[in-house]
């Protein structure tokens, strides 16, 4: 009976080691997409607030500079609207959560001035 155990161990321990080898990929796989939306968000918001910095000078200028905010913090500009002087921007991020994977973390983000704070217009 014993000759038929011998290995045993050595393959059970090998398959507890590749579970938890898959299980620190897969978490690697998730912080990745986690921090693609972070840096999504930041480069959006960031955007935003730099637009309407310059949307008295216009739409172009504002989402122009947008633009330039949300390139340096490695987002894409996929719009930009002024309204008045508010400014939305969406932005996109490529995010490689496993080598040969790319997705695509997008945000939004508003800027301005407050019209409503207490949910009446002024």
């Known amino acids: 009976m014993r000759a038929r155990e011998c290995g045993a161990a050595s393959i059970l321990l ?3 080691g ?3 080898v898959a299980a620190g990929v897969a978490g690697a796989a998730i912080a990745a ?3 693609g939306n972070h840096r999504a968000r930041a480069a959006a918001d ?4 730099a637009g ?4 008295i000078y216009g739409a172009e200028v504002a989402c122009a500079r947008a633009g330039q905010l949300v390139t340096a913090n490695g987002g ?3 719009g930009c609207t002024v309204t008045g002087l508010e400014v939305v921007v969406a932005v996109a991020v490529d995010v490689r959560p496993l080598p040969g994977l790319l997705r695509r973390a997008t945000a939004a ?3 301005g001035p407050v019209y409503a704070v207490d949910g009446r217009a002024r």
Do not use: S
Request: aromatic share 0%; glycine share 14%.
């Open 76 to 78: 894409r500009l996929t």
């Open 33 to 35: 997409g986690l921090v």
């Open 18 to 20: 590749l579970v938890l």
């Open 46 to 49: 960031l955007g935003a607030l």
């Open 109 to 111: 983000a508003r800027a």
């Open 14 to 16: 090998l398959a507890i």
């Open 52 to 55: 309407a910095g310059r949307a």
